[in-house]
């Protein structure tokens, strides 16, 4: 990455003697709740009011994860709550709820220069720099890793200063007291939370929080169909009646609507609108420009979008996203490119040169096809613009409207809105500075939505990626030599310039075309025991930008990795789940996922015609770190294209905080792979999509999904958090039980792309 002013200031003064006092100088913040009557703010995360009710403050955008659930909980648990009495509310943007978990991993993004220094999440500089820019993404399932300890520090603090006004009270030592179920009691003595509340307020938590003895846990094994669930998600009561808000649902008094149309993807630029033909339009009130889109404004949104629809607005176009010039740039990589080797074990011999097995595997751009678009609700009234917004990057929203309307960042107010599924499709926040200069120039609060159309045409997808899969083989069929070359672009460094240095996707694609990036092969490296293994990077210098998705790198290189190894089996004449089997004996995890999921799915050994297909997959290293997960897919093909009957998985994601939250994260990650295996990607000409609808997307109904049935196995490593094992894993299953069913060989992505 080229040197930036950011990346000099920060190496620089990280590796003064200077730095180092400026790092570990402890500072204070002003409390970020906002007490409301009857209600005393404990710290960052809690309040509890009178009548007993405990609100906690969740620094994570809702997305569909249970994350409103999962924080609350561990808040309840810690503090002896009553379940029935907690209520939610999204954390304000403040240092306090820094995601320094995530920082870590991103360090290479915000500290290009030396990455280094900023990849412990324990990191002085990596808190300091977190704080100083209020970092508090949602993203790659950081939520428990980052917030858990925080969120169990805050319970026992604030259930130690209620215990010692209760004590206070009855002459008894507070250690002596117990909190359970909203009360504090002492022998036959007991006193509700919101009795105490205030007077508890006047007393300071002991310097080190008197957390419980075991942190929250669920057993796999408690879990039964019709037993009662001790902590059901929060959420639910208000989506299933409707009154959960997401941002288009949000209504101001003088509100009006708008519809955007966006340049061609590429260098686009607005050129030209007939406004005279918008005038006919019932409701239509005005134009707004962009750099690189129009929105027609009025008093409703459908009449905005006629209206939109009726002035043929105009852009001008160059380098415009094209497949056919992406296959190109894929294919040169492949042939020619300068691979850079990320991970080498073993003799390098094995793995140089041609090898005797070698197989190719693409896969094309995938839509996130989210079920709700782009949204968002600006509101400028005195200098001060407020804005509701479904985002994961909340200060990174702010500061787009910052840099767009030219305002004191604290003249910025964002409101975190629930957002209906994102893939991470919403760390994207181009639409925050639109919805605020189209409230500038109307003079009055606007909400802003994409069409689906404008979604796909605007939205960056999974980056189209090729491998070509090598292998050496001893007497046995056994693997003694693997290598994996992944042509790919520069996605996530690429993702890093958008969000941190606010660059347009054309800024940012042509700034790192080219680039190594070694998240673009995350995930390549086998979990297998194997002599000699390389995983290489071709970087590709592609034409469409490119953005993240759930399952991230892992979502293709467990495709490549599984439908290779399910290869070598098969010409070893191996039977597939003894062939991993052999080479996992340094994984007993992964092993033990295997072998339970073959007795649940009641494998057949992947017999020719029984569409039966197995595959594994692990994310996060160490014996005590990271999840892993086993799947068997039955699927067949038919008239109308794949048809799976079937998916049994079984997944080792560490201790359990809530199991029936862990379990939909799994079912839900691999109906999102099912999706990207059979559907949700399009070809591009001149810079738009082909396909614009939903409908054509592939994306599996309800009638479309199949059977799952998900078993945990008890576990003592560190929680994981599951949402992109399902992803992951699925595709490969899929492919290996087409195999088996129909004895073709499918190594494109989505399947039967070509006949789409």
Known sequence: MA???????????????????????????????????DEIAFDAWIKIAKDGMVTVAVPQVEMGQGVTTLIPQVVAYELGADWRQIAVEPAPLSPLYANTVLAARWASLWMPLWPSLGESDGSPLTRRWAEDHRFSVTADGTALAAYEAPARAAGASARAVLAMAAAERWGASWEECAAKDGFITHGSKRLAFGELAADAAQYDPPSTPPLRSAPPAESAADF??????????????????????????????????????????????????????????????????????????????????????????????????????????????????????????????LVTGGMPVQIRYDVAPALHATLETAAATARLQDGRLELWIGTQAPEAARQAVVATLRLDPVDVIVYPMPIGGSFDRRLEVSHAAQAALIARETGRPVQLVWSRRQEHLAGLPRAQVSAVMGAITDSEGGVAGWRARIAAPAAFREFGRRLFDGETPSEARAAVSGKVDSCA????????????????????????????????????????????????????????????MAMLGQDPRLAECLQRVSALAGWDGGADASGQGIACHRIGAGENRGGCIALIASARRDA?????????????????????????????????????????????????????RLSELGVPTLADCPDIDVQFIESAADPFDPGELGVAVVAPAIANALYSATGLRFRRLPLFADEL
Not at 645 to 674: H, M, P, T, W, Y
């Open 640 to 692: 109308n294209g794949v048809r799976v009957d079937k998916l049994s998985a079984v997944a080792d994601i560490g201790r359990i905080v809530n199991l029936d939250i862990a379990r939909q994260q799994i079912e839900g990650g691999l109906v999102f792979g099912l999706g990207l295996t059979v559907g949700c990607s399009t070809t591009y000409a001149e810079g738009k999509p082909q396909l614009t």
């Open 3 to 37: 040197l930036t002013r950011r990346g000099v200031l920060i190496g620089t003064l990280a590796g003064g003697g200077l730095a180092l006092g400026y790092f570990l100088r402890p500072r204070a913040f002003p409390l970020p709740l906002e007490p409301g009557k």
């Open 224 to 349: 039964s169909a019709g037993k009662p669930l001790r902590y059901p998600r929060l959420d639910l009561p208000s989506k299933v009646d409707g009154s959960w808000q997401f941002a288009a649902d949000v209504r101001l008094p003088d509100m009006v609507y708008a519809a955007i149309r966006h340049a061609p993807m590429g260098k686009g630029s607005y050129s030209g609108i007939k406004a005279e033909q918008g005038k006919a339009v019932q409701g239509f009130l005005r134009v707004v420009e962009g750099d690189s889109w129009v929105a027609a404004v009025a008093a409703n949104w459908w009449a905005a979008e006629t209206a939109l629809e009726r002035m043929t607005p105009r852009f001008r176009t160059a380098d415009s996203a094209d497949s056919a010039a992406n296959d190109a740039a894929i294919n040169r990589a492949m042939t020619f490119g300068d691979a850079h080797r990320l991970h080498e074990e073993g003799d390098d011999d």
């Open 521 to 580: 092969v995350e995930g390549a490296v086998p979990p297998y025991q194997i002599a000699a293994v390389a995983v290489d990077h071709v970087p590709a210098k592609t034409v469409i930008p490119a953005g993240r998705m759930r399952g991230q790198a892992h979502g293709y290189t467990a495709f490549f990795n599984e439908s290779f190894v399910d290869e070598l089996a098969r010409k070893a004449d191996r039977e597939p789940l003894s062939y991993r």
